[in-house]
């Protein structure tokens, strides 16, 4: 009940100042019985993220038992837009701001690197082994990171009227999808393209060179 209660008072958009006496008086309890439980605001946030995180490993394990036997693009698709809509739900952005406490902002990076990133190069890795992708899994990586964690902190889903799980599908069919080598003459969990008009979109260097 109180980790409960700390995660709707503390995580809340605008609730930085929330204090051990507003959540004393939001569960109707003495600050000297929470602290019974919780010695510090600290020790009891990291028990609200623990709770929160926890939610967001089943939700990214769920989608990926979902996608077992899937294309290689459907799986990786479908955990990146698990994590977005995850990591937006609980407001990773914002609490990875650390909220002034440069403890709190560690302890954040490191779960979602543990929770989200790690499952990501795994997931990279295996299609990688799989001779799936045509460039390195470390560097596809880093760029589908970089995006996710550029959504969820940028006025463009805003601006779109779209979610950040909306524009990183987005992001996956531009980026990714050019990565992934096809098993066949259409690509992996994007039956609309083909070779041919892959080749279209995407110069060569034999495209570029200028004739006499």
């Given at each position: ?5 700390a995660?709707r008072?503390?995580?809340?958009p ?5 204090s051990?006496d507003?959540l004393?008086r939001?569960?109707g309890?003495?600050?000297k019985?929470?602290?019974r439980?919780f010695p510090?605001?600290r020790s009891?946030l990291?028990a609200?993220l623990?709770?929160?995180?926890a939610a967001?490993?089943?939700t990214?394990a769920a989608?990926?038992?979902?996608a077992?036997g ?11 837009i698990?994590a977005?809509?995850?990591?937006g739900?609980?407001g990773a ?6 909220r ?6 560690q302890y954040?990076?490191?779960r979602?690197?543990?929770?989200v ?29 970089g995006a996710?964690?550029r959504l969820?902190?940028?006025q ?6 779209r979610?950040?799980a909306?524009?990183l599908r987005?992001s996956?069919d531009t980026?990714l999808?050019?990565a992934i080598r096809p098993?066949h003459?259409?690509?992996l969990?994007?039956p609309g ?9 995407i110069?060569?260097?034999r495209d570029?060179?200028?004739g006499p």
């Amino acid at each position: 009940m109180i980790v409960e209660a700390a995660g709707r008072l503390f995580l809340a958009p605008g609730s930085a100042r929330a204090s051990m006496d507003d959540l004393a008086r939001e569960l109707g309890m003495s600050k000297k019985t929470i602290y019974r439980h919780f010695p510090d605001r600290r020790s009891l946030l990291a028990a609200v993220l623990d709770r929160q995180f926890a939610a967001v490993e089943r939700t990214l394990a769920a989608a990926a038992q979902d996608a077992q036997g899937q294309p290689f693009g459907v799986r990786v698709e479908r955990f990146l837009i698990a994590a977005g809509s995850e990591l937006g739900r609980i407001g990773a952005a914002r609490l990875a701001a650390g909220r002034g406490d440069a403890v709190l902002r560690q302890y954040v990076e490191q779960r979602v690197d543990a929770v989200v990133y790690r499952r990501l190069e795994e997931l990279l890795r295996d299609g990688h082994r799989q001779g799936l992708l045509s460039a390195p899994p470390e560097l596809l990586s880093e760029i589908t990171r970089g995006a996710l964690e550029r959504l969820l902190t940028s006025q463009l889903p805003r601006d779109l009227d779209r979610t950040a799980a909306d524009l990183l599908r987005a992001s996956v069919d531009t980026v990714l999808y050019g990565a992934i080598r096809p098993a066949h003459p259409r690509h992996l969990g994007h039956p609309g393209i083909g070779d041919e008009q892959l080749e279209a979109v995407i110069p060569t260097a034999r495209d570029e060179e200028v004739g006499p």
